[in-house]
């Protein structure tokens, strides 16, 4: 402003001003609100000149830009690199490119915030070859001695010849059903894919997530597993970072499982840039690594170190020295920043200032070696004290927190127990991000009326115990797992079991963003639950009730996410966003699968659960076997858990209340990021063209059956909750099914 209130003020003759100042003033104060005024008239005026450019226009203006240049608005997708302001000035240079495929790829990359491909069909046109005239360079048939080739069909990067498909690629036009029960991939793309006309427009739905410096998993004898739960997860690239425009996008560009073949043929795309060992310290050679399906394991060469990428396993040959200590760089695939992972969880913890609290520790430190020697220094804290234990990294510890071990939370206490990264400067200077913790072993929580504790960035293979009196406990980016622990193939080993015992009385329990087996909690209290998955293992097993699993549970507030299992609760104050997958069993004692003691309250809003639920009033709920659920899988520890594959029905995919699609993915904005690829492409293909868009993955995972042995002999699959042969999952002995 050119002049402020006692500027304007001074300008007054000063026999006015005098005269002001007998009077108390009045005209200083009548000049302070027109400077006031005034200076709003000036930035107004200023703000006028700036509105003309994209670059420093109020945000309302952005629209009326878009409108001079054709611009159409689109969904706005957190994920995404670019927002509109960004894109209408960037709608220029897409035009300078439209029509080419760089163009194409990038636009599909900046509207949805997810790696893509676009592949011109047509080029990968071919005739059928005559066995009279054969030409040898004629590629139209596919080399069976090209193994790496023959992986690729069917995906992206396939560049085998097709001949012609006359069906469209562009997703067919058809009459909206209320609700709709068509199936997802029929609404992205038609039935053919190579004709004259065709586009393939992929996308990626899972991200890389780094994990730095983590102790491997050892099962002896020179064996380790990547994962620190102890199973087989497959290893994702770690994509580069391109500029735009600068080149198409190629396989090391997007977030896919490392296929062992490639992983042989060119070994050094990967070790050491998506993942490397470290062997007492020291990084272990590339010549020292080779690429091997150790699916039974194997003899390993001499002086060699074999990785199955597929599979997540390393062995060492029997006449290496095998370390003290073997520690792994590697990138993990999941679709969401969900259960606790690398990702910077800051925003969503309480904003504590370590100087101030009263007490504060990190385990691994000489004070504080383990887990237990923290827990034991805070039980000694009296009431009202505040703490914070700080988790370091990547590691990973057995604990037994129970009994006189247990976290002892006095009156008015709040304890933080937190994964983060630490750094060399100060013991008190953490971050919240790229780091997450395993700890193996059961947590017991004794808390007095009004104690609080957070848990942040941990996973948890056993059971958190809740008891005493009125206690707040906050779980946020956590992973409890279910089935409580996994063996090496990934099967849950207590199928059913509670992750979470609540018995305390009053009991607040919180879960955000977390992943969870059964929750058992006891009446009396309260349960909320926010983009999360509670996960039975099974859709007749109990996934939220009281705290035998049978009576009813605390009162149950959730919203964005997925249940897998039944839900008995004595009122359900509100429901919205969430699929219920869930069903009762032959000859199962419950009324309903959603069962709620009390409908006079509460709300269930924008839900998918089962018709004959027993709930309060409902909204916009979905339900019914033609809307069932389908997703590509429901085992945890699959980088596709709990996605909904391209055979769940529209009604599903956006049926939020947003518009978004139902369930725990809610949050990750997939089907706005889709629709805005819709929107784009018919914009940027070349006149005549059409498209289809192709989700990676989309196909639900067909689960290997376990080879059939004698009926009286050897291991057997036993029916557990759904009894009527619909569901197999665990073991049992001798004359398992002979009843």
């Known amino acids: 402003m050119s002049l402020n209130a006692d500027q304007l003020y001074a ?264 993942f490397q060992l470290y062997a007492d310290g020291e990084p272990v050679p590339l010549k020292q690594i080779f690429s091997a399906n150790l699916t039974h394991w194997c003899a390993v060469p001499a002086g060699m170190i074999a990785i199955d990428p597929e599979l997540g396993r390393i062995q060492f040959a029997s006449n290496l020295l095998l370390p003290q200590s073997l520690r792994l760089d590697y990138c993990y695939g999941f679709p969401a920043a969900l259960g606790g992972g690398p990702y910077d969880r800051s925003a969503s913890l ?17 004070e504080t070696p383990t887990p237990e020697a923290a827990v034991a220094l805070w039980n000694q804290q009296p009431a009202r004290a505040t703490g914070l234990i700080i988790l370091p990294n990547f590691e990973s510890f057995s604990i037994d927190l129970t009994g006189s071990n247990a976290i002892q939370l006095p009156s008015g206490s709040q304890l933080s127990i937190v994964a983060a990264e630490t750094h060399s400067s100060s013991p008190q200077d953490v971050t919240f991000t790229n780091s997450r913790v395993v700890l193996s072993g059961n947590v017991e929580v004794s808390a007095a009326s009004t104690g609080q504790l957070v848990l942040s960035g941990i996973w948890i293979t056993g059971q958190l115990f809740i008891t005493g009196a009125a206690p707040n406990i906050q779980l946020m980016d956590c992973t409890l797992v279910p089935g409580l622990t996994l063996n090496v193939e990934g099967e849950p080993v207590a199928l059913g079991e509670p992750s979470i015992i609540s018995s305390a009385i009053e009991a607040t329990l919180s879960l955000t963003r977390c992943i969870s087996g059964p929750i058992a909690a006891a009446n009396g209290g309260t349960t909320r639950i926010c983009s999360s998955i509670v996960d039975g293992t099974s859709p007749c097993c109990v996934a939220y009730a009281g705290s035998d699993l049978a009576s009813a549970g605390a009162d149950l507030h959730i919203e964005d996410s997925t249940v897998v299992g039944k839900v008995h609760t004595r009122t359900m104050t509100m429901a919205s966003d969430t699929i219920f997958y869930t069903r009762l069993a032959r000859r199962d004692p419950w009324p309903a699968a959603i069962w709620c003691s009390r409908q006079q309250t509460g709300c269930v809003r924008f839900c998918l659960l089962p018709a004959n639920s027993i709930t309060p009033r409902q909204y916009k709920c979905l339900g019914g076997d033609a809307l069932a659920p ?100 665990g073991f049992t002995g001798i004359g398992a099914n002979l009843i």
């Open 11 to 274: 300008l007054l003759p000063a026999v006015y001003r005098t005269r002001d100042a007998a009077e108390g003033g009045p005209l200083q104060s009548l000049f302070a609100v027109i400077a006031q005024q005034a200076a709003i008239i000036e930035d107004n005026i200023e703000q006028l000149y700036d509105d003309q450019f994209i670059e420093t226009c109020a945000p309302w203006v952005i629209p009326y830009i878009g409108d001079l240049i054709g611009y159409n608005s689109i969904y706005d997708v957190t994920a995404a690199n670019i927002e509109s302001r960004a894109e209408v000035a960037n709608t220029i240079g897409y035009r300078r490119r439209k029509g080419t495929l760089i163009a194409l790829e990038q636009v599909a990359m900046d509207v949805s915030g997810r790696p893509a491909v676009a592949v011109e069909s047509f080029k990968r046109l071919i005739t059928t070859e005559s066995m009279r005239h054969v030409r040898a360079h004629h590629a139209a048939t596919a080399n069976l001695r090209r193994e790496n080739a023959l992986e690729k069909l069917g995906t992206a990067f396939d560049m085998q010849n097709c001949t012609i498909d006359v069906r469209r690629i562009a997703p067919r036009n058809r009459a909206a059903e209320d609700p709709d029960s068509t199936p997802l991939d029929i609404a992205l793309h038609g039935p053919g894919r190579f004709n004259i006309p065709d586009v393939d427009i992929w996308l990626w739905r899972w991200q890389s997530w780094p994990v730095r410096n983590a102790p491997a998993f050892s099962l002896g004898s020179g064996r380790y597993l990547f994962s620190q739960l102890g199973h087989d997860i497959p290893l994702f690239p770690q994509p580069v970072v391109r500029a735009s425009f600068s080149r198409l996008t190629t396989r090391m560009d997007v977030p896919q499982p490392i296929a062992r073949r490639e992983f042989l043929k060119t070994p050094g795309a990967f070790y050491g840039t998506s």
């Open 630 to 729: 389908q997703f590509i899988t429901r085992r945890y520890g699959n980088p596709s858990y709990m996605l909904l594959s391209g055979l769940a029905p529209l009604a599903i995919w956006q049926g939020a209340d947003n518009g978004s699609q139902i369930g725990i993915y809610n949050q990750i904005q997939e089907t706005e990021a889709v629709r805005n690829v819709q929107l784009r492409a018919t914009e940027y293909l070349p006149f005549g063209l059409e498209s289809g868009i192709f989700l990676v993955p989309s196909r639900p995972l067909v689960e290997q059956p376990i080879a059939p042995t004698p009926s009286y002999y050897g291991p057997q699959r036993a029916r557990t909750c759904c009894d009527d042969g619909t569901e197999d999952h």
């Open 350 to 366: 309480p904003q504590r200032d370590p100087a101030k609290l009263n007490f504060f520790a990190v385990v691994g430190s000489s």
